[in-house]
């Protein structure tokens, strides 16, 4: 049982550039989150989810994209991304309570 | 809208000193309260979580916490920390209403001296 696993770990990306995030869960969960950290901000939401094809926006969803075509998977999108986008962020999934992945430290030069 | 303030930004205690951390919310309806630990490098780990009944809660490693209604606060404590507990600590609340999302707090981060 890997609870949630998110890939690349580590990224660097280039001005204009554009990735996904990868968040995958095995534990069957409808509610699925994506949050970006930032020091002394705490945890911001981006996205979030309640069931494959359905998403919806959370606090600070510009910039970003996301799709649910499976109860698994939420990969997040960035199209033409900006040094504001350098941040950790976390996917997470909840049943009764949330299980976090590790993280995607990404950064923008 | 729902947030959750906490007002320690850095706190720095001796190993065996007591430890109270503030976390206050603005919601007045139902909600559910979170404490969450970030060891460095690492992602966030549950500590302990309110859902409803006994208002004291006792998480892992020797963790607690108080939900006060009237005060709208839901403090965390533990009586003697260790080096261990080096961390980055967050209070997150989870209102009824507010469409199933988790609102954190600003962290706190606690640096315990050996």
């Known amino acids: 049982n890997a609870g949630v696993t998110q890939t690349p770990k580590f990224h660097i990306l280039k001005i204009g550039q554009s990735m996904t995030l990868q968040c995958t869960q095995d534990m069957n969960h409808n509610y699925m989150y994506w949050y970006r950290q930032d020091p002394g901000m705490g945890l911001k939401l981006i996205y979030y989810?309640?069931?494959?094809?359905?998403?919806d926006k959370g606090e600070v969803p510009n910039g970003y994209n996301v799709s649910r075509s499976t109860t698994e998977d939420f990969p997040l999108r960035l199209e033409l991304a900006a040094p504001s986008q350098t941040s950790v962020y976390f996917c997470a999934s909840r049943d009764y309570g949330y299980t976090f992945g590790s993280g995607t430290r990404l950064t923008v030069v | 809208a729902q947030s959750v303030s906490q007002h320690n930004h850095h706190v720095i205690l001796s190993e065996a000193a007591s430890l109270e951390l503030g976390c206050n919310y603005s919601y007045g309806g139902t909600v559910n309260l979170f404490w969450y630990v970030q060891y460095p490098g690492q992602h966030l780990q549950l500590l302990l979580k309110y859902f409803s009944g006994d208002p004291l809660v006792k998480g892992i490693k020797g963790f607690e916490a108080e939900f006060i209604k009237s005060k709208f606060s839901f403090n965390l404590r533990k009586p003697s920390v260790q080096w261990s507990d080096t961390a980055e600590y967050f209070c997150?609340?989870?209102?009824?209403?507010?469409?199933?999302?988790?609102?954190f707090g600003g962290g706190t981060r606690l640096m315990v001296k050996p």
């Open positions: 997150a609340v989870n209102a009824h209403n507010a469409g199933n999302m988790l609102t």
């Open positions: 989810s309640v069931g494959a094809g359905i998403t």
